[in-house]
């Protein structure tokens, strides 16, 4: 909902109580996430010590099925313009998550969701990032099992990617017919993020908009976006 401060206080209240509770599998999925909301915050040297710190000790205490994901420094190196240290993290996840794929069972069912669909969409915002737009649409190929019916808003905001991808390469057709499915998909949930990453496409179309399509892709964003933050 974009409430930031709130949330970090639920975030440190968590870690509290994950210590209390001596669940280290707990206590690093907190880290983790809270290393991505200061991201999004624009911290990302912050952040990319806080999920460092996650795996670390994810590395020594917790189950091996869950450092994929506690390593997830790769959109903080991102945001620091990091290609070397991006294409690390990343290829260090994908070890990691075929390592805990041979040892089925141990899995945290808090972390059930991260499987290799979701390592590749993620992988497709870091090369969106990166202005590497050939990379992030073969990583959107192996992105694609993940339903929007189960992942709503992971599939609009990977959506929104892969439409500026396409603008990246100069391929307004493509861009606006994932822009308009993104919409729909993120029509049907309210959250700050998917607004503001609905704003990025509007944003990126600005070369285009002249196009009689632009303005009407861009009304339908105001129309069907919650947040009132597309302009």
Known sequence: MGRHALAQRHFIQALRMAKAGGSMNVGCHVLTNLALQTTLRGYPDAAVDMAQGAYNRARQHADPASWPLHGSSRPAHTRLGDRRSSAAALTESERLLERADTAPGNEPSLIAYYTPARMSADAVEIHRDLNLPDAALRWNE????????DFTRSVGLRMT??????????????????????VVILSKVRSARASDYLTEVVRAMAPWRRDPRVAAFSQLARQDITPATVR
């Open 161 to 182: 990617l892969v439409a500026t991808a396409h603008l990246q390469r100069r391929d307004l057709d493509r861009a606006l017919a994932d822009g308009e499915r993104a």
């Open 142 to 149: 192996q992105a694609t099992p993940m339903s929007a019916s």
